[in-house]
């Protein structure tokens, strides 16, 4: 059983910035070893964002949220975290966290929801004017 818990989400105008963080239990955290950040807006399905490879440090970004966030984790907190610059309207959401003991090596893998068992309440982002 893994517990995760996302904070940092909040209501913020275009161009702003956020730090999402996301808390595992401490005996789960080193057998996860693909993390990632989810999105799903009301009405739509939900999207990958961004994911890391616990095993080699690889990283993947979805198109839409390249250059603009930064995926990371620090071990000896249990914490992954999203950075976020440059928020959009387009990025309003609920943002996940989820992980999974398996590791991945393909986007079109890391950025499915369907491929993770393990996941956050979720934490709500609201970018407006």
């Known amino acids: 059983q893994v517990q995760l818990v996302e904070s940092g989400g909040g209501s913020v105008q275009p161009g702003d910035s956020l730090r999402l963080s996301c808390t595992a239990s401490?005996?789960?955290?080193?057998?996860?070893?693909?993390m990632g950040w989810f999105r799903q807006a009301p009405g739509k399905e939900r999207e990958g964002v961004s994911f890391l490879n616990m095993r080699d440090t690889s990283t993947y970004y979805a198109d839409s949220v390249k250059h603009r966030f930064t995926i990371s984790a620090d071990n000896a907190k249990n914490t992954l975290y999203l950075e976020m610059t440059g928020l959009r309207p387009e990025d309003t959401g609920v943002y996940f966290c989820?992980?999974?003991?398996?590791?991945?090596?393909?986007?079109?893998?890391?950025?499915?929801?369907?491929?993770?068992?393990?996941w956050g309440q979720g934490t709500q982002i609201t970018v407006s004017s």
């Open positions: 401490q005996s789960a955290f080193y057998n996860l070893y693909t």
């Open positions: 989820g992980a999974d003991p398996r590791a991945y090596y393909s986007p079109i893998v890391g950025l499915d929801p369907r491929n993770y068992n393990n």
